[in-house]
């Protein structure tokens, strides 16, 4: 057990580091272009990943062994590795004709950079959205395996295929909302949606009736559009409001700020799981009443709502154009 935490601790060392990475190169790359696009086909395919993850690990484990679903992993890893070598090659390419046509280079990291980053109301506005919405996400879909089996009678073998209606809900949907908003605007708009849309999926699954199957796969459908909508354009909306030579900084303080507030939720969850929301299954075993995690969850989609409010009134007042196009024509 200690080996297996060892290992997805570095693990998600490496994944943070890579999407830190990733999202500032698409900025770059894509600048004053279709950058929400760009990078609501990165989501898309992260969440091709985890509803993969999610809907086959336990079948193949079943079916082959349990080292059989870490071993397609390292593939997929190795897959990764050659993928970002040939990327590196396209970069270099990159920064000559950058140089050929005499740009200004961007200028050194400083720490000062960080305590200018850490003045931005919008900044902060922003990570604290982050911070919520995913917070009611995330952790949900830690759990979602279970919810389905104690609160819908879902066979276990078959409860992660609808959690798994979520990411790949947002595969399509995430690209779609984001080319909405390069070539529309209406982006702190477009948050406030999301959120919205967040309160009621779990307002309905905190309802103690309705518990059949069909309604909790109609109900995670709604979930998989909020969830597409609020992050096409919460991260193409931060070169907006932070300058391009900071955003690296600016992405990895928001990631930084985002797994602080999941793994407090996982916790807290946790206990409010073991210490309230015990019931008999009969025979002997235990099973979990999910109402008020689910209540927990809506309090978290009410605040993202409040601050994404307060996010679009901050625009308008500072003028950092998230309801303008990301293309400049």
Same mark, same amino acid.
């Given at each position: 057990?200690?080996? +297996?935490?060892?290992?997805? *601790?570095?693990?998600?060392?490496?994944?943070?580091?890579?999407?830190?990475?990733?999202?500032?190169?698409?900025?770059? /790359?894509?600048?004053?272009?279709?950058?929400?696009?760009? &990078?609501?086909?990165?989501?898309?395919?992260?969440?091709?990943?985890?509803?993969?993850?999610?809907?086959?690990?336990?079948?193949?484990?079943?079916?082959?062994?349990?080292?059989?679903?870490?071993?397609? @992993?390292?593939?997929?890893?190795?897959? @990764?590795? %050659?993928?970002? %070598?040939?990327? =590196?090659?396209?970069?270099?390419?990159?920064?000559?004709?950058?140089?050929?046509?005499?740009?200004?280079?961007?200028?050194?990291?400083?720490?000062?950079?960080?305590?200018?980053?850490?003045? $931005?109301?919008?900044?902060?506005?922003?990570?604290?959205? =982050?911070?919520?919405?995913?917070?009611?996400?995330? !952790?949900?879909?830690?759990?979602?395996?279970?919810?389905?089996?104690?609160?819908?009678?879902?066979?276990?073998?078959? +409860?992660?295929?609808?959690?798994?209606?979520? !990411?790949?809900?947002?595969?399509?949907?995430?690209?779609?909302? @984001?080319?909405?908003?390069?070539?529309?605007?209406?982006?702190?708009?477009?948050?406030?949606?999301?959120?919205? &849309?967040?309160?009621?999926?779990? %307002?309905? #699954?905190?309802?103690?009736?309705?518990?059949?199957? /069909?309604?909790?796969? &109609?109900? &995670?459908?709604?979930?998989?559009?909020?969830?597409? %909508?609020? !992050?096409? *354009?919460?991260?193409?909306?931060?070169?907006?409001?932070?300058?391009?030579?900071?955003?690296?900084? +600016?992405?990895?303080?928001?990631?930084?700020?985002?797994?602080?507030?999941?793994?407090?939720?996982?916790?807290?969850? @946790?206990?409010?799981?073991? $210490?309230?929301?015990?019931?008999? +299954?009969?025979?002997?075993?235990? *099973?979990?009443?999910?109402?008020? !995690?689910?209540?927990? #969850?809506?309090?978290?989609?009410?605040?993202?709502?409040?601050?994404?409010?307060?996010?679009?009134?901050?625009?308008?007042?500072?003028?950092?154009?998230?309801?303008?196009? $990301?293309?400049?024509?």
């Amino acid at each position: 057990m200690i080996v +297996a935490a060892v290992g997805f *601790a570095i693990f998600g060392v490496g994944i943070e580091t890579a999407g830190i990475t990733v999202t500032k190169v698409i900025a770059r /790359w894509f600048k004053e272009k279709e950058i929400a696009l760009a &990078m609501g086909l990165q989501v898309a395919v992260a969440r091709l990943d985890t509803g993969l993850a999610l809907s086959t690990t336990i079948p193949i484990a079943m079916r082959f062994s349990l080292s059989t679903p870490v071993l397609l @992993g390292l593939i997929l890893l190795c897959i @990764g590795l %050659l993928a970002y %070598l040939v990327f =590196c090659v396209m970069d270099k390419r990159l920064d000559e004709s950058l140089e050929a046509g005499r740009y200004e280079p961007e200028d050194p990291f400083r720490l000062s950079d960080i305590g200018i980053i850490l003045k $931005n109301r919008g900044f902060w506005l922003l990570a604290v959205l =982050c911070v919520l919405f995913y917070s009611a996400v995330f !952790p949900f879909l830690k759990y979602a395996t279970e919810l389905m089996i104690y609160k819908y009678r879902v066979d276990p073998e078959l +409860a992660g295929i609808i959690p798994a209606i979520l !990411p790949f809900g947002t595969i399509l949907l995430t690209p779609l909302f @984001g080319s909405m908003y390069d070539r529309k605007g209406k982006g702190a708009t477009i948050m406030i949606y999301g959120s919205v &849309m967040l309160i009621g999926v779990h %307002l309905l #699954f905190t309802l103690p009736f309705l518990n059949y199957w /069909w309604f909790a796969g &109609m109900v &995670m459908l709604i979930l998989g559009v909020a969830f597409s %909508l609020v !992050p096409s *354009a919460m991260w193409p909306s931060v070169p907006k409001i932070i300058p391009e030579k900071q955003l690296g900084s +600016a992405y990895a303080l928001i990631f930084y700020t985002q797994n602080i507030g999941l793994s407090m939720v996982l916790l807290l969850i @946790g206990f409010v799981l073991e $210490n309230y929301c015990k019931t008999d +299954a009969g025979d002997g075993r235990i *099973a979990y009443d999910y109402t008020l !995690p689910m209540a927990i #969850f809506t309090l978290f989609g009410l605040l993202a709502l409040g601050v994404a409010l307060l996010l679009k009134a901050e625009d308008r007042k500072k003028g950092y154009g998230l309801e303008e196009a $990301n293309i400049k024509r």
